[in-house]
């Protein structure tokens, strides 16, 4: 069983920075891949994006490519997810999610297997 605990929410101006935080507990297999998701209000969850947890690779969506990303720490239990230039529509509930994968699947939120509870993020203009 894997618990999934996400940290570092909060409010912030359009054109800041945040960073969240994904502390995994139980065993993480090496193929697992670990992904970020977020909900705005009246929308569905959507993805952010993912790393592998054994080599590292990342993915994002468009629309944070360049302004976000993701990292694990060298133990491996704790994932983040590095927000600068923050807009006003990155505004949402952020989401951690862990599970076992093809890579090519990773945007999709059926294969994840593992959630943490959320923590929002508020970006003002």
């Known amino acids: 069983q894997v618990q999934l605990v996400e940290s570092g929410g909060g409010l912030v101006e359009a054109g800041g920075s945040l960073r969240l935080s994904c502390a995994a507990s139980g065993y993480i297999f090496s193929t697992y891949v670990m992904g970020w998701f977020r909900q705005a209000p009246g929308k569905e969850r959507e993805f952010v994006g993912a790393i592998t947890w054994s080599a590292g690779v990342t993915d994002y969506v468009d629309s944070v490519k360049g302004r976000f990303t993701i990292s694990r720490d060298s133990t491996r239990t704790t994932m983040f997810l590095q927000m600068n230039s923050l807009k006003p529509e990155d505004t949402a509930v952020y989401y951690c999610?862990?599970?076992?994968?093809?890579?090519?699947?990773?945007?999709?939120?059926?294969?994840?297997?593992?959630w943490g509870q959320g923590t929002q993020v508020t970006v003002s203009s």
């Open positions: 999610a862990a599970g076992r994968m093809h890579w090519g699947t990773r945007d999709f939120l059926q294969e994840y297997e593992y």
